[in-house]
DNA sequence: TTTATATATGAATATATATTCACATATTCA
DNA sequence: TGAATATGTGAATATATATTCATATATAAA
């Protein structure tokens, strides 16, 4: 790929000046990661539920309509990234944002929709 | 579904108190369709090396080290989806972003990687 | 202790999608 | 016109992942 680049087109200044000013790989493929676990329209439900209220799996999953094992999957996944946090009561398990700043990406998410 | 949540714990009030304050599953799908967009780091590369400069298909190919079809085909979605604008110069294709509206939501990302 | 219920999870399945490969298109230049 | 080059794209492939199903775990209540 690299040697076949070298006998093409290439702004060779160009792609040096933009390399340098670029965040490293490991950095822009964390961003990627964040945003593909909000690409998800039952994760955002959930993030968006839960900005309004604590729920359990239950309701969330009345909420939203769909199973509670594929809403316990999502919050699993939730849970990992440490998007969620949530408190045992008997039985029940009630989630909840673990903070606002989740929030704040959607909130922009919702603005770009809305455009 | 719903008829089996009838009988189980749910907290009726919270959830129809959560849904009238809620989007419309519309917006809230368009908003995850977008944080998809965002969620490939391919994808976030571009986006992050066109908010540096103004770049060609093949300065993209050797920047990000990958292929001028894998480039071509990501920017294509990205057309899709107005993130990218471009220009015909003879045989080259310089693309850029759309507008700086997406750099906020990656820059937004970025905060969020780094802690 | 037995039963019922709320949640979690592994495996299987179905689906989406990123990349590659081959080829098409468009433009420049000899 | 014909060759070279930059980009675009359809099909195939490989991989990721969302959901379902079956089952496990934990807690409460009978």
Redesign the pocket.
Known sequence: MKDVCEI??VNKEAVEEVKSKMLDDATLLKVAEIF?ILG?S?RVKILCALAKREL???DLSALIN?????V??????LRAYNLVK?R?E????YYSLADEHVIKLIEMGIEHAKE
């Open positions: 093409e087109y593909k998800d039952t359990c799996v239950c769909i199973s509670h094992s594929a316990s999957h999502q919050l699993r996944i949530f045992k008997g039985k029940v398990v």
